[in-house]
């Protein structure tokens, strides 16, 4: 077990550990402000709760922008141990490696969208002078917290549960045979019913952001972060590496492709994550915000980046594949 | 344009230990008046200053500055007013000791969004106003008592505030400096500032510009 | 970003350098230490990748009581005909202690005549044919290093050795030669073999070693066993062996400095959160005032974060750069021993100038944010400083 803690692994938990620290402070700190915090009072208690709303807030802030980093880097990392693992070529292999890879990968994820909506309430929460959502916020932070102990869990089981000299399968067999994990079950949806279904979808996402029904934009967001992928990896993805037979949401970030996977999960998360956004907020505070025109901007610059792919090999071999 | 309605201020050190510093204190200065707050040594003027100043809350009492309620804004908030609508001038001049005169005189603008070549014009233009253009790039350190003076009134007026509040601005003045101060407040008032001033010179108490005095005693106003 | 408040940041930076100067130095010392760890082991191993390439595949020396000594050139003969091996070559050559610096020569006997055992050799024979055809008393051409040594010590055209024996044995430098992989050739010296016999005192029938050229790799362990088994008197080194024992020190030494690392960072932690800390009162009245004329929690926040950045930013490139300064230019004095003097590599070689972006990526990662994060606290007991203490 102990062969797997390479630099970068060590650097990850070093990282994590240093960010649980201070997010546990800001838990301490989010949970008196939701039970005491007042703004009419004019007590020594919450003149020093005001203060520490700002500890709080810096802690949090400062775990996104960490986080972002940290999770390219341990992208980077699962790649990386490909080298270490036999029979993993790419990331998907690393991940399948332990059985709490797809989770952990998942809560990584979900982490990074739910930081970034405690930002989007504080943004809204500091324009206003009478702070009207920070017990909300903090409230919410209470929960997100849980979550990221949870990923920190995730983590540390995945890395001790791997082993390697076990012969993993990878991006080959993972998405192609009769698969039993639920995303892999997702890409066996043929083509001709997701591939449609993906830009339906997409035209719903417009519509319903152009007339503001928020919440079920919301809702048609996540639906569409999904099948983005499941598409991406089913379909698109075939066109980027230009082989029918290779299913693969990992090897696009490696620099045979130019590391165009970057560009797309970039484009995909910022649509998406303000698509969303919008809508959680407004079910979680009331309060519309219109990030839609960057949503529709990003969302569409990811429908035409990967729509790409095929049609320009189509044009070029006049066949599909 | 200044008004306080009936404010206290308790300062509270632990749980037992109270300590009164101001009791039901109102008064009001309308725009471009000129009010003179007086009192001996440890009276509470200073502390008056930085509740109008938006730099400590009153314990009970309503402030109003400009038709807006300040005693329970948030410090975000009431440091924004300061920097929109308040110039300070305070005892101590506390300037920034290792930097220039002209970098001292931008500090409150810095954290807008106006450009820094706009700052500067705007900083140049009131330091030759007061005639201290010359001490541009000079280290305030180095400046001597009614240079540093100016260069803290330039910092007041960088921001162009509708109101001035000043802090015992002749307390490290000689006499001669302390009446070139009061050409300068007077000019300022001609401007339309509006002005809060807190001393205990005697050479205030019979100036004509100044509208009415404010007499503080223990706290209280007589 | 506010430029505004960068340049703020720099000024007041430069008021307040010396109390940084000490965690600046730290913050440095640690990127150093770990540039030039990671850069020391990746351009060993990068040399190493070379020259164990180069390296025949299996090596038999001739043990006696425990030590080698020269075995019989007739061996050769026998190994050659043993299916598999392509080619059997009995080599001359040794260590000669040159004493006015200290080193050891490695002197390579060569038959100029025929081709070498090594391709590399073989070129360098073709190059100074010419010059080496007509020469009829001892002459030698020397890697870089050892041509260096000589010229340092004001020889320019000829080297006096001392044979075993004790005699002189005058020997014309012809010319010199360099290699990518330095450490293989650096210290070298080729002479013709009578002349290496000469000076070493080794009979015609005897040789230093036997190398053995084996084309297929998966023959390699089974042709081992044989010679083990044909000479119980010898020591049949295989170039996996070789490779393997390296790979050893390598991993062995980076896990102690990673292990090291990690009670220095808790250490630099907190000398930074310390360091961060310690408000003056000078610092305290500078905030307040800052505060009393209108700035914000956030706008303190921000000059404190950029002063994070800027320190810690500054520190990594000047950790990095006097690291790979130190590596690839003065070639990693002291720290280099630490990797090459437990083993049997030789003292002097080139460190090959490889810099890998992975590993600075890598150490970014670990150092910044943490030097952020430790200033995290105390940036934000500075920012929330009362703004009435300046009427005080
Ligand atoms: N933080 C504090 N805690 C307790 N008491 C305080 C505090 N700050 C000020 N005081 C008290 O409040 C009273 C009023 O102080 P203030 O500085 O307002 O007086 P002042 O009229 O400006 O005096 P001076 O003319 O000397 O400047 C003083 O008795 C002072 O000791
Ligand atoms: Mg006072």
Partial sequence: ?321 | ?222 | MNFKLIDFTLKSLKRRLTKKLSVIFIFSLIVFLLVSVFSISSSIKKELEISVNALPEIIVQKMSGGRQTVIPVDRAYEIATIPGVQNAYDRVWGYYYFVNDNVNFTVVGLDFDLEAYKQKYSDIINLYAEATDTIDAPFMIVGSGVYKMLEDNFYKNFYNFRTVTGEMLETKIVGSFTDVSAMETNDVILMPVNYVRELFDISENYATDIVVRIPNPEEIEIIKQKLNSMFPDSRIVSRLDIEASYQNIFDYKSGLFLALLIVAFVAFFILVYDNASGLSIEDRREIGILKAVGWQVENILQIKFIEGSLISLFSFFLGTGTALFYVYILQAPILRNLFTGASNLKPTFNLIPVINFEILILIFILTVPVYILATVIPSWKSSVIDADEVMR
């Fill in chain 1, 1 to 321: 077990m102990s062969v797997l803690l390479t630099p970068e692994v060590i650097i990850l938990f070093i990282e994590d550990i240093l960010l649980f620290g201070f997010n546990t402070i800001a838990f301490v700190i989010a949970y008196r402000i939701y039970k005491n915090f007042n703004l009419n009072s004019t007590s020594n208690e919450q003149y020093t709760l005001e203060k520490q709303t700002y500890l709080a807030s810096y802690i949090i802030k400062f775990s996104l922008y960490l986080k972002i980093i940290s999770f390219l880097f341990f992208v980077f990392t699962l790649d990386k141990l490909s080298n270490v693992i036999p029979g993993a070529m790419c990331g998907v292999g690393v991940t399948t490696a332990s059985d709490y890879g797809i989770y952990l990968l998942i809560f990584k994820m979900l982490n990074i969208y739910l930081y970034g909506f405690w930002l989007l309430i504080n943004n809204s929460d500091m324009k206003r002078e009478d702070f009207p959502f920070t017990k909300i916020k903090f409230k919410y932070f209470l929960f997100i917290y849980f979550f990221f102990v949870i990923e920190l869990i995730l983590q540390s089981l995945y890395f001790f549960d791997i082993n390697p000299q076990e012969l993993v399968s990878c991006c080959g067999t993972v998405f192609n045979e009769v698969s039993t994990s639920a995303v892999g079950r997702l890409t066996q949806i043929p083509n001709i019913i997701s591939v449609p279904l993906f830009y339906s979808l997409f035209l719903l996402l417009i519509f319903t952001a152009l007339k503001k029904t928020v919440l079920l934009n919301g809702v048609l967001n996540f639906v569409f972060a999904i099948i983005s992928i499941t598409t991406l990896i089913s379909f698109f993805g075939t066109y980027i590496y230009e082989l029918p037979t290779h299913h693969c949401p990992f090897c696009i970030l490696q620099s045979d492709y130019f590391y165009v996977g970057y560009l797309l999960y970039t484009l995909l998360f910022v649509g998406t994550f303000f698509g969303i956004g919008i809508a959680f907020l407004k079910y979680l505070i009331k309060i519309p915000l219109d990030y839609h025109k960057i949503s529709i901007g990003f969302n569409t610059a990811y429908v035409v980046s990967v729509s790409f792919f095929p049609i320009n090999y189509y044009l070029n071999n006049g066949v599909w594949l």
């Fill in chain 2, 1 to 222: 344009m200044i008004e306080l309605k009936s404010v206290d201020k308790i300062y509270s050190h632990g749980e037992h230990e109270e300590i009164g510093v101001l009791k039901n204190i109102s008064f009001s200065v309308k725009e471009n008046e000129f009010s003179l707050l007086t009192g001996p040594s440890g009276s509470g003027k200073s502390t008056i200053l930085s509740i109008v100043g938006g730099l400590s809350k009153p314990t009970n009492g309503e402030v109003i500055i400009d038709n807006k309620s300040i005693a329970k804004l948030p410090d975000k908030f009431s440091a924004l007013l300061r920097r929109e609508k308040i110039g300070f001038i305070f005892q101590k001049f506390n300037l920034i000791n290792n930097l220039s005169a002209i970098d001292n005189i931008t500090i409150p603008l810095i954290p807008t969004k106006i450009s820094k070549s706009e700052i500067e014009q705007r900083a140049e233009k009131i330091m030759t106003e007061l005639s201290i253009f010359n001490k541009r790039d000079v280290l305030v350190e180095k400046l001597s008592g009614g240079e540093q003076q100016r260069v803290a009134i330039a910092r007041a007026l960088v921001n162009e505030p509708k109101i001035i509040l000043a802090d015992e601005p002749t307390a490290n003045l000689d006499k001669k400096l302390s009446l070139d101060f009061i050409q300068i407040i007077k000019q300022l008032k001609d401007a339309g500032k509006t002005i809060l001033l807190a001393s205990h010179d005697p050479l205030f108490t019979d100036l004509d510009c100044i509208n009415n005095i404010i007499k503080i005693h223990l706290g209280e106003i007589q």
